[in-house]
């Protein structure tokens, strides 16, 4: 527990962090990544360009400073960055070097302001926070389902819209160039998978000097045929997507990728499932169907009785992703409602249109920031429960607020 003088300096100082939050930020990346290359095989490059993690990392920051004599408040945001920092590899030695590049940025872009007994406060609060997190990602580590990176090989892809893709994998012996894996017992049929988990890919673009790390929401929780998830080739907005083009464009059936153990709390709820009072509401946007997809096959595994609402929006027919397989599993459950939105023909999903939606329900929502944001937003304003709005938005964590 930080000490009372600690508590005093930072809930003092957050102030100056909510105003020079994304510029201290900005000097911890330049700087660790000068004196630790090696890192960028880690961070995303992509939020780098476009200051997300800049952003996500002084929200993270200034929360933990305006709770840090109650973090347990913010368990869940904790354990959504844990999830992540885990299957990213991120490890207690990594916490150091952290933790030394962004007292240094506070350093550098408070100047004189920084005095040594704000320094000294920082430092500790950043050990304090530093602690939590690496005690909660231990845990992850030691229940993760394999560990570290390891080989698998695509046996199936697909394109299930016009710029989504999906994978089919399962555990590799050997890699391409013919060394020998870790040799760690992966047996898929004996796995457990929660419907709304990501695996992360480790891949290593011709259009990169670093490897690249990047999350990709599992369509099916069933490992019966291999570890299944989908990729939308992402080329909005002048952007060019490292790892998705590389993955549509130079991995195919036969190719060897390394994958890390599924991780994500965007699960749905157990003790709902096999009720059928409390309806099931999945909601997504574009590639945002990938783990709701999961969901209703598990929904409708467990118990097809409960009624469910699908609410999917895209920018046309084209751009549907999933159709038929959403079609076959909705088909199977009793009770259904389905509204599809395509934004070319004026089809609008928006936050008027949520009044529609039953209460209570058990609300699952997924897609791009702008979407989400406008989802969350919406929901709240109707006096949707923030225990029955459950999220997932793609993008650095915590992104959508404190």
């Given at each position: 527990?930080?000490?009372?003088?600690?508590?005093?300096?930072?809930?003092?100082?957050?102030?100056?962090?909510?105003?020079?939050?994304?510029?201290?930020?900005?000097?911890?990346?330049?700087?660790?990544f000068?004196?630790?290359?090696?890192?960028?095989?880690?961070?995303?490059?992509?939020?780098?360009?476009?200051?997300?993690?800049?952003?996500?990392l002084?929200?993270?920051?200034?929360?933990?400073?305006?709770h840090?004599?109650?973090?347990a408040?913010?368990?869940p945001q904790?354990?959504q960055?844990s999830?992540?920092?885990?299957?990213?590899?991120?490890?207690?030695e990594?916490?150091?070097?952290v933790?030394?590049?962004?007292?240094?940025?506070?350093?550098e872009?408070l100047?004189?302001?920084?005095?040594?007994?704000?320094?000294?406060?920082?430092?500790?609060?950043?050990?304090?926070?530093?602690?939590v997190?690496?005690?909660?990602?231990?845990?992850?580590?030691e229940?993760?389902?394999?560990?570290?990176?390891?080989?698998?090989?695509?046996?199936?892809?697909?394109?299930v819209?016009?710029?989504?893709?999906a994978?089919?994998?399962?555990?590799?012996?050997?890699?391409?160039?013919?060394?020998?894996?870790?040799?760690?017992?992966?047996?898929?049929?004996?796995?457990?998978?929660?419907?709304?988990?990501?695996?992360?890919v480790?891949?290593?673009?011709?259009?990169?000097?670093?490897?690249?790390?990047?999350?990709?929401?599992l369509?099916?929780?069933?490992?019966?045929?291999?570890?299944?998830?989908?990729?939308?080739?992402?080329?909005?907005?002048?952007?060019?997507?490292l790892?998705?083009?590389?993955?549509?464009d130079?991995?195919?059936?036969?190719?060897?990728?390394?994958?890390?153990a599924?991780?994500g709390?965007?699960?749905?709820?157990?003790?709902?499932?096999?009720?059928?009072?409390?309806?099931?509401?999945?909601?997504?946007a574009?590639v945002g169907?990938?783990?709701?997809?999961?969901m209703?096959?598990?929904?409708?595994?467990?118990?097809?009785?409960?009624?469910i609402?699908?609410?999917?929006?895209?920018?046309n027919?084209?751009?549907h992703?999933?159709?038929?397989?959403?079609?076959?599993?909705?088909a199977?459950a009793?009770?259904?409602?389905r509204?599809?939105?395509?934004?070319?023909?004026?089809?609008?999903?928006?936050?008027?249109?949520?009044?529609?939606?039953?209460?209570?329900?058990?609300?699952?929502?997924?897609?791009?920031?702008?979407?989400?944001?406008?989802?969350?937003d919406?929901?709240?304003?109707?006096?949707?429960?923030?225990?029955?709005?459950h999220?997932?938005?793609?993008?650095?964590?915590?992104?959508?607020?404190?």
């Amino acid at each position: 527990m930080a000490s009372p003088k600690t508590l005093e300096i930072v809930t003092a100082t957050v102030p100056v962090l909510e105003e020079h939050g994304t510029a201290i930020t900005t000097v911890f990346y330049k700087n660790m990544f000068a004196e630790h290359p090696e890192l960028l095989d880690i961070f995303n490059e992509t939020n780098q360009k476009l200051g997300r993690q800049q952003t996500a990392l002084a929200m993270t920051v200034l929360a933990a400073a305006k709770h840090l004599d109650k973090l347990a408040t913010l368990l869940p945001q904790v354990t959504q960055i844990s999830h992540k920092h885990r299957a990213l590899q991120i490890l207690p030695e990594h916490y150091p070097i952290v933790g030394k590049h962004l007292i240094g940025a506070i350093k550098e872009v408070l100047g004189e302001a920084a005095t040594d007994e704000i320094i000294h406060a920082w430092t500790e609060a950043y050990d304090e926070i530093a602690s939590v997190f690496i005690q909660i990602e231990q845990g992850m580590y030691e229940s993760a389902l394999w560990q570290g990176f390891a080989p698998f090989t695509v046996t199936q892809k697909t394109a299930v819209a016009t710029d989504i893709a999906a994978f089919t994998a399962v555990p590799s012996n050997e890699y391409k160039d013919g060394h020998t894996a870790n040799h760690q017992a992966i047996d898929l049929h004996k796995m457990r998978l929660s419907a709304g988990q990501y695996i992360t890919v480790n891949t290593d673009p011709k259009d990169s000097n670093h490897t690249a790390l990047r999350h990709y929401s599992l369509y099916s929780a069933n490992t019966e045929e291999g570890i299944k998830f989908a990729v939308r080739r992402d080329n909005r907005n002048a952007h060019h997507g490292l790892v998705s083009n590389h993955l549509h464009d130079h991995i195919n059936v036969g190719d060897t990728i390394l994958l890390s153990a599924p991780a994500g709390d965007f699960v749905l709820e157990q003790h709902l499932m096999t009720q059928n009072e409390v309806p099931l509401v999945l909601m997504s946007a574009g590639v945002g169907v990938t783990p709701v997809l999961a969901m209703l096959e598990a929904q409708i595994m467990a118990n097809p009785k409960r009624p469910i609402i699908w609410v999917y929006a895209c920018q046309n027919k084209a751009h549907h992703a999933f159709a038929d397989k959403v079609e076959a599993l909705l088909a199977k459950a009793e009770t259904v409602e389905r509204h599809v939105f395509y934004f070319e023909s004026g089809q609008l999903l928006d936050a008027a249109w949520l009044a529609n939606l039953p209460k209570p329900a058990d609300i699952y929502v997924c897609g791009s920031m702008p979407f989400m944001e406008s989802m969350i937003d919406g929901l709240m304003a109707l006096d949707h429960g923030v225990d029955s709005v459950h999220y997932e938005p793609f993008g650095p964590k915590m992104s959508l607020g404190s």
